[in-house]
């Protein structure tokens, strides 16, 4: 097939360019240049100063280059580590536990048996809408050790008080539980929309076959959504990697630097410390980082056709 | 890799330098070196903003009427910016360049420096204005902190000296005289008798340092002894003997359980000091006030005096920190803003008055000629609460030297501090520890 296919791909466009080439219209361009430009000012210009910095240091008021001076830096900087570190965790407990959560909502929100699907789905999708600053804050208002509801509620059925933001542990915690709250229903719909393109005659057939709920679950369901969840592991891991808002709000990356992200790292680096050029180098082992772990993902996960 | 495989690999790369894009925010600012885009501009007709926060932004406005008695072409609009948003706010202003910046911007002795050293002309140099005439209207100390190396980068607002308000009626039930308490050790021995009788702390700290400014008290013992994070060589001091025995002070309070936990920032303090939950609160000058506003119906239970000392016959007096007003160095106008500065900071009458609104305490010497910081407070038990700080800036107090790496001393400091009171680990280690990160991220000397 990929023969055929390639081989008519490349016979058209090249009929096509022969006769279009000479004339040159500029419309096509004229009507990218607000995109490009735009991009070019708010993107490519940032990224590309951005690495400039990374390999400067601020010495009274003054850049100077410094190679890869701060790159180094970062490599032997504990609470650079601490920050990839409390990152990784994060990736590795809060990510999964979310997908699946969010696997289970979307085969709920799917199902026939549900009434007032509308309703559910609306009310998962809500948190996604509100804003990560204001939720921030009203999750630390919940879980405020002495006043906040969460542990009123717990006294009330005779529960212990839960130092929630004030104790490393739990303030991690805390966290995963904020992120929870905010992302599942996002990525439960990424994965309903895809499942509603699962043919219910899959279903039937398994169901001829004899296979039970499980084994349609595991058999017909997952496989079905696998390019979904490639999509929506891809973007938690990218969102997960930058997460600034919710430790920020929550618990400033503390206690002890328990919540301290690499966003969290960076913010303090750029805008407690001035130290832009650091930051930078920081923002760019961010985005391979990034990179890396997405390519992994699409390689292990992917397609492999 | 057929088509498909490249396509999506493109679309990773998109992804991935989005994510970089976001982040290089931070970076599209340069250093905003030497971008002195300001001038004086008419000295009597302008149109100038002020940035500040809180109490002293309600004082600023209450100011203007007067001030436009005598310079009435400048209109001068005050903001509350809020605490701490407003340091955020004057460092994105000063990285681009000064733009979006107002003229005049309160700034606390925690970030001056800083902001000196990383913006040079972010803020504009005072002498040319005239401020070298005031070199010694202020406290002692004062003018090296705002013109440490003759450029006059703010003048003096606020000078704060260490205090001990306490809660008089809680002491005498436990049988302690307050006022006789000589050391921090007899300190933690009353702490202890004051628990025992009423179950009250002896003070609280923020343990898990929610907020930046969780090492006060510990900054204050520091202070108390004459020493700090920096010398004024700007080397790392951080693990210093005078430290240690301050980590040391504050361990052997929180494991005897005399300490409560502030954390949750100005809301928790305030609904502690509502509740009653501590007997002491080592806050400096300033927050006398606070408490009055707080809990007004307490009137008489409670008294100030000066912090006891660190060591046997050691100082009592340290001053804690200062704010000042700065003119923006991309300000057009700064004659105008000067007049401002210098109307609100120079004039006794500006000073007494924001001192009988908000009880901020002067660093203006010539202010405290005003019968307010000489009459008997109703609140404070009938004492001069006045003359007690005033006592304490005449004392000679030395010149700290917050360097312009102040905000990552902080940082490292909360976190040994947290570590000492969540995990009970050792003060030497901890503050080694803190001294060494620091050393690697300033690029600064550790002397030991």
Redesign the interface.
């Known amino acids: 097939v ?1 023969v055929s296919d ?1 081989a008519v791909a490349s016979r058209v466009p090249a009929a096509k360019a022969a006769r279009t080439a000479p004339r040159r219209r500029p419309a096509p361009y004229l009507f990218v240049l607000p995109a490009v430009l735009l991009f070019t000012a ?2 490519l ?3 590309g ?2 690495f400039v ?2 390999l400067h240091r ?1 010495v ?4 100077v280059f410094a190679g890869a001076a701060n790159y180094r ?1 970062l490599l ?4 650079f580590w601490t920050a990839l570190g409390n990152s990784a965790t994060i990736l590795a407990v809060q990510v999964p536990l979310m997908l699946a959560l969010a696997t289970g909502l979307a085969v709920a929100l799917n199902s026939r048996l549900l009434r007032g699907r509308g309703l559910f789905r609306l009310g998962f999708f809500l948190p996604m809408v509100t804003g990560l600053v204001a939720y921030g804050i009203v999750f630390s208002v919940l879980l ?2 002495r ?1 906040g509801l969460v542990n009123w509620l717990l006294e009330s059925i005779g529960g212990p008080e839960i130092p929630w ?4 542990l739990w ?1 991690r915690v805390s966290l995963g539980l904020a992120l929870t709250w905010h992302y599942t229903g996002y990525n439960a719909m990424i994965l309903l929309a895809r499942l509603q393109t699962v043919p219910a005659e899959l279903y039937d057939a398994a169901a001829v076959d004899g296979a039970g709920a499980w084994r349609r679950f595991r058999h017909v369901t997952l496989p079905g959504l696998r390019p979904a969840l490639l999509l929506t592991l ?1 973007l938690s891991t ?1 969102g997960t ?2 997460i600034f808002d919710e430790p920020y709000v929550l ?2 990356g ?4 328990a919540t301290l992200t690499i ?1 969290m790292y ?3 680096n ?5 130290d ?1 050029g650091y ?2 180098a ?3 082992v ?3 980082l ?2 890396l772990l ?2 992994l993902q ?1 390689r292990v996960l ?2 492999s ?1 | 890799m057929d088509a498909i495989t490249r396509r999506r690999l493109l679309q990773l790369g998109g992804a991935a330098l989005g994510g970089a894009g976001a982040l290089a925010l931070t970076g599209c600012s340069g250093s905003g070196a030497g971008t002195s885009t300001g001038g004086a501009g008419d000295p009597a007709k302008a149109s100038i903003t002020v940035w500040s926060w809180q109490g002293p932004a309600a004082q600023l406005k209450a100011l203007i009427p007067e001030f436009n008695k005598a310079y009435p072409g400048i209109q001068v609009t005050v903001q509350d910016i809020g605490n701490p948003a407003i340091w955020d706010k004057i460092t994105t202003g000063l990285a681009a360049g000064g733009s979006g910046l107002a003229d005049v911007l309160h700034i606390g002795v925690d970030y001056l420096p800083g902001y000196v050293e990383k913006f040079p002309n972010g803020l504009a140099d005072l002498r040319p204005l005239g401020a070298e005439k005031y070199r010694d209207a202020f406290a002692q100390g004062m003018w090296q902190t705002v013109a440490p190396k003759g450029r006059v980068n703010a003048l003096p607002w606020e000078a704060n000296s260490a205090g001990f308000y306490y809660r008089a009626d809680l002491f005498e039930q436990a049988g302690v005289d307050a006022e006789g308490l000589q050391t921090w050790d007899e300190t933690i021995e009353a702490g202890r008798k004051v628990k025992e009788k009423t179950g009250k702390y002896l003070l609280g700290i923020d343990k898990p340092a929610s907020q930046p400014d969780a090492a006060n008290f510990f900054q204050m013992l520091l202070q108390l002894q004459g020493a700090f994070y920096f010398n004024h060589e700007g080397e790392i001091t951080l693990d210093s003997p005078e430290a240690l025995t301050a980590m040391t002070l504050i361990k052997r309070m929180n494991d005897a359980g005399l300490v409560s936990d502030l954390s949750g920032g100005w809301s928790a303090l305030e609904s502690s000091i509502k509740s009653g939950t501590a007997a002491v609160l080592p806050w400096p000058t300033w927050f006398g006030g606070i408490i009055e506003g707080l809990v007004p119906e307490e009137a008489g239970k409670w008294k100030v005096r000066l912090p006891p000392a660190v060591r046997r016959g050691g100082a009592t007096t340290a001053t804690v920190n200062s704010t000042h007003l700065a003119v923006a160095g991309s300000s057009k106008h700064q004659a105008a803003a000067w007049s401002f500065v210098e109307f609100a900071l120079t004039r006794p009458a500006s000073q007494v008055a924001i001192y009988r609104g908000k009880g901020i305490a002067p660093a203006l010497i010539a202010a405290y000629d005003d019968p307010v910081f000489h009459e008997p407070s109703a609140f404070f038990g009938g004492q001069k609460k006045g003359e007690i700080f005033l006592q304490a800036l005449k004392t000679p107090s030395p010149a700290f030297n917050y360097s312009a790496d102040y905000a990552r001393a902080l940082k490292a400091v909360t976190d040994a501090q947290t570590k000492v009171l969540l995990k009970g680990a050792d003060p030497a280690a901890v503050l080694r520890e803190a001294a060494d990160l620091l050393g690697s991220q300033t690029g600064r000397k550790v002397v030991r």
């Open positions: 990929s390639s708010f993107k210009y940032p990224i100063r951005s910095l990374s601020t009274d008021g003054a850049e830096r032997g900087d504990p609470l405020n050790q006043y933001l004030t104790d490393p303030a891809v990218i990697l930058q618990t400033g503390g206690p002890d630097n966003g960076l913010y303090q750029a805008f407690k410390y001035f832009f930051a930078s920081i923002a760019y961010l985005a391979v990034i990179a997405g390519l699409f992917g397609d056709s």
